[in-house]
């Protein structure tokens, strides 16, 4: 190679160096097809703390693997008390068809149920008393409540922490692959020492202090480090330390140079045999500092003083082994500048209010994610499963004596997790529906994971955090009117001056949960009137209490044409609990309700379930990604599996008019 004695005149910015070396090694990887970063290699769970997945995983167990009791009181089958109450209870035996139980046992076969002890009464004689209908499942943890077999539970580049590690081997995962540690080769290259030869000693002394206290800070960042006897100033023996070291593995090499004739033999070798990519960096202490790249490989030289070449590695050096080693932890420094204090903590705005509970210290789990120009936690319910444990973030602190904290105040934070997971986690206000766990999951399983935190909420509430930077999307099913309008008049009514992108997620089916068999026969919301069914109803202002109503006046009828239609409840399974005991004939809801405690269900009408995303925020990666999923075949064809949902629409950007369609 020519000699390129005029580029040592430029000095480089310290971003753009690094920029420049990560580019000539993604040429030369180009160049010859041979991928030079650590490969994966399988690890043992157990070993696994602070290892950095390379590929997603998958839970292979539920966890719980059995169903558990979540209360004190009597297992029980639920169908055996659907028509119990206090003038007419359920007679159990214990032992037999009922058992006492204690939170976190294992439930007898058949029961999926617990009974509190307020609802049984004890004869003494091996009898028990249910006066009141027990629905499935309540009071009961369900097996993979906590942890499912198949869901995705750590994305690809994911450093693995304690509590990770303790969720993997919960769900049967007691092997997992990750990136090999990055081998990092150093030495010393010092000039030739002055007369008389016995003050050859304090040539090289500065360098034998230097290297230990190198290869510590690259030990700390994960690396496997290998060190070298000083070398002398000469190109021959420093391409014979090199290419010892490549033959050995070496995936990064660093040398520090004690002076001019050193730093001469290191350039002349990489102008002859590498590539300078840059000659001389802007850093103050630290120069002079250089970067190149030989067969492949990056090449740090760094002056051979205790401040200069301390800066250098870790202003330098440091942020691109992270970034070969699949670790970007320090790609945001500049960004958090000023968010943490002495003792490393957080300054976050809180997305929802953080209770306090006088006489106890509070812990409490916080979701991170940097929102626009701030930093926002999202609190997180305090379980006690290792998926609470997983998707902590950071804790805020609130002592015994302290107050609660308000939504909209900013709260210290301790991090549990790198600076960059602030960057991969994308909030999402309002709706809980499958079609948002099935989103999350996908959204793990991408090259570039991004993890989805959704706080449920009603839709004026997200479209208020939308308005207050507290999330960068909100979940919206919000008719407009009876022809298959939605969500635009209400982002209009609650956010006019709002600049709103209206994102299809999917058509829920909405209809008329029944009993199993559909015994009466039901088609249309006609039949309630025409059959005097009795009837549940959800809480006005729900969507799905506006399609029902929607459904009504279609047909030509008024709520009085239908009986117990002021009977509310408040969720879509308590509907299907009405219908599941008797204590209504049908009822508004959707097909997941319905399946989950074996009812049928008639579909009548859909509802568009939309992403409202702030046109400021389309660009954002983490946006990009959940756009890209949703046109994805495969994950529609997964929604449609689920039963009840329509995916015509999904992933497109709606403008106003867009109807249902029949």
Known sequence: MAPQSNIYTQTVPLGDALDKLLGALDTARAADGQNRLPQPVSCPTQAADGRVLSEFVIAAADVPPSPLAAAKGYALRAADTYTADSNNPALLQAGKNCFAVRPGEILPPGCDAVALPVHAAVDGKGGVSITAPMLPWLHVRRAGADMAAGETLFPRNHTLRPADMGALLAAGITEVQVWDRLQLHLAAVADPAPTPEKNRPAVTAAADGIIPALAALAQDIDCHVQTAPCLPADAGVVRDFLQSALKAGAHALLLCATGDDALTA??????????????????????????????????????????????????????????????????????????????????????????????????????????????????????????????????????????????????????????????????????????????????????????????????????????????????????????????????????????????????????????????????????????????????????????????LRHAGMTPQDVPGYENEVESQLAVAAAVLTGKADCGPGVAAAARAVGLDFIPLAGERWDLAVPEAFREDPRVVSVESLLQKPEFKKRLEALGGYNTRLTGQKLELGVRLGA
Request: net charge positive; hydrophobic share 45%; aromatic share 4%.
């Open 266 to 551: 290191v350039r002349d070798l990489m102008e002859r045999e590498g590539r300078i990519v840059a000659p001389d960096i802007g850093l103050l202490p630290g120069a002079p500092a250089m970067t190149a790249v030989y067969e492949g490989r990056p090449v740090f030289c760094l002056p051979c003083s205790p401040a200069g070449s301390l800066t250098a590695f870790d202003a330098l050096v440091a942020p691109a082994l992270l970034l070969m080693s699949r670790r970007p932890g320090l790609c945001y420094a500049k960004t958090l500048a000023g968010d943490a204090d002495a003792a490393g903590k957080l300054t976050a705005e809180l997305a929802a209010s953080l209770p306090a509970h006088p006489g106890l210290d509070v812990f409490a789990p916080l979701a991170l994610a940097r929102v626009a120009e701030k930093t926002v936690a999202m609190p997180l319910r305090m379980g006690e499963g290792h998926k609470s444990a997983v998707r902590t973030q950071a804790l805020a602190h609130i002592t015994a004596s302290g107050k609660g904290i308000a939504l909209g105040s900013t709260v210290r934070a301790r991090p549990l997790r790198p600076a960059d997971s602030l960057y991969n986690t994308l909030f999402c206000a309002g709706g809980d529906d499958v079609a948002l766990d099935l989103l999350a999951d996908g959204l793990l399983r991408l090259p570039h994971a991004v993890h989805l935190v959704c706080a449920g909420a009603d839709a004026a509430d997200a479209v208020q955090a939308l308005k207050n930077r507290h999330c960068h999307m909100a979940v919206l099913h919000m008719a407009d009117d009876d022809k298959g309008g939605f969500n635009f008049a209400f982002v209009q009514q609650h956010w006019p001056e709002g600049k709103i992108a209206l994102i299809n997620l999917v058509i829920r089916q909405v209809g008329l949960v029944v009993p199993a068999g559909n015994p009466r026969g039901l088609k249309s919301v006609a039949d309630i009137k025409n059959m005097k069914l009795r009837c549940v109803n959800r809480q006005a202002g729900s969507s799905t209490r506006m399609q029902f109503d929607a459904l």
